[in-house]
């Protein structure tokens, strides 16, 4: 079986990884560029609020109304704060 990725995305909320997050297979949350995984919605949410707490910027890459939806309007040198992490 080859791995679909469902059309959901989001940036990753691991320090000093700046990749995106997709949900594959319908069984758990991929981080494509530091390998991370997350199995619950729950633990995901739990990440980008530790990830916000420590880096405030951070805030402006997800959607106020719904974390696990991506702001378009995040930082034009995202990925720059992100390496400094």
Same mark, same amino acid.
């Given at each position: 079986? %080859?791995?679909?990725? =469902?059309? *959901?995305?989001?940036?990753?909320?691991?320090?000093?990884? %700046?990749?995106?997050?997709?949900?594959?297979?319908?069984? *758990?949350?991929?981080?494509?560029?530091?390998?991370?995984?997350? *199995?619950?919605?729950?633990?995901?949410?739990?990440?980008?609020?530790?990830?916000? =707490? =420590?880096?405030?910027?951070?805030?402006?890459?997800? %959607?106020?109304?719904?974390?696990?939806?991506?702001?378009?309007?995040?930082?034009?040198?995202?990925? %720059?704060?992100?390496?400094?992490?």
């Amino acid at each position: 079986m %080859s791995n679909h990725v =469902k059309e *959901f995305q989001i940036r990753c909320p691991i320090i000093r990884c %700046s990749g995106w997050v997709n949900y594959i297979d319908n069984e *758990f949350y991929g981080g494509g560029s530091c390998g991370n995984v997350w *199995f619950s919605q729950e633990s995901l949410i739990q990440d980008i609020q530790a990830i916000i =707490k =420590k880096y405030e910027y951070r805030i402006k890459s997800y %959607s106020q109304e719904d974390l696990l939806l991506h702001n378009e309007d995040e930082p034009c040198n995202y990925e %720059s704060l992100v390496e400094n992490e």
